[in-house]
Nanobody, 120 residues
Framework: QLQVVESGGGLVQPGGSLRISCAPY????????IAWFRQAPGKEREGVSC????????NYANSVKGRFTISRENAKSTVYLHMDNLKPEDTAVYYC?????????????WGQGTQVTVSS
């Protein structure tokens, strides 16, 4: 069974840093584009960052640009989201989505999320 598992969430003080990870089980990372989303209580899920499968091109939401960094290590089959200068408004459940495009069809696999809480 194909699964995506996030890890590394936790409680951090404002201004602090945290790195969360995402790994696939049952398949390899190589041909998948990866995106991180987050959902805060009472809000809709929003895209945070993504990295392409082909050339590693990255994109970030304006709210995290300059503070978050997405990276992938295909050899370790792991994707990271490094978060610096965290703010209380970054508090959310963070989800990882892996997408493979086969022909004209996209196959998406979601993790169950990891909680990030920014609070003093």
């Amino acid at each position: 069974q194909l699964q995506v598992v996030e890890s590394g969430g936790g409680l951090v003080q404002p201004g602090g840093s945290l790195r969360i990870s995402c790994a696939p089980y049952g398949f390899t990372l190589d041909y998948y584009s990866i995106a991180w989303f987050r959902q805060a209580p009472g809000k809709e899920r929003e895209g945070v960052s993504c990295i392409s499968a082909s050339d590693g091109t990255t994109n970030y939401a304006n709210s995290v640009k300059g503070r978050f960094t997405i990276s992938r290590e295909n050899a370790k089959s792991t994707v990271y989201l490094h978060m610096d200068n965290l703010k209380p408004e970054d508090t959310a459940v963070y989800y990882c989505k892996m997408r493979e495009r086969l022909g004209h069809k996209d196959y998406d696999y979601w993790g169950q999320g990891t909680q990030v809480t920014v609070s003093s």
